[in-house]
């Protein structure tokens, strides 16, 4: 059986690979979040990249990055995206599930 600990042993890509054999064989959805680290000093537009590198960046098929704005509120940034343009939208969470606050 796949143990979940070989994303910690650096196997990284081979847990990649296999997230997506297996959502591939049974038609599954897969999301993997990872956090970012920021280089302050960077001259780039955007001075962070994910802590799994490029094994896990050149993976995934969307890239959202994900933050609270206030204790109500999140916002939600489209990455990158084979098929939709780079796009923002704030929502929020209730009983009835995710809402888009702008309705």
Same mark, same amino acid.
């Given at each position: ?11 990284? *890509? ?5 997230? !997506?054999? !297996? +959502? %591939? &064989?049974? *038609?599954? &959805?897969?999301?993997? =979040? *990872? %956090?970012?680290?920021? &280089?302050?000093?960077? %001259? #780039? ?8 590198? *490029?094994?896990?960046?050149? +993976?995934? =098929?969307?890239?959202?990055? $994900?933050? =609270?704005?206030? %204790? $109500? @509120?999140? /916002?939600?940034? !489209? ?8 796009? #923002?939208?704030? @929502?929020?969470? /209730? ?7 702008? /309705?």
């Amino acid at each position: 059986m796949w143990d979940v600990r070989c994303f910690q042993c650096g196997s990284r *890509n081979y847990t990649v690979r296999r997230l !997506i054999t !297996i +959502a %591939q &064989a049974h *038609n599954l &959805a897969v999301v993997v =979040t *990872n %956090q970012i680290n920021t &280089a302050p000093d960077s %001259q #780039r537009p955007y001075p962070d990249g994910p802590i799994g590198g *490029n094994a896990m960046s050149h +993976a995934v =098929t969307y890239g959202v990055r $994900l933050w =609270t704005r206030n %204790q $109500l @509120f999140y /916002d939600a940034v !489209i990455v990158s995206s084979p098929y939709h343009p780079r796009n #923002r939208t704030t @929502f929020y969470i /209730d009983t009835k599930g995710v809402v888009d606050a702008l /309705d």
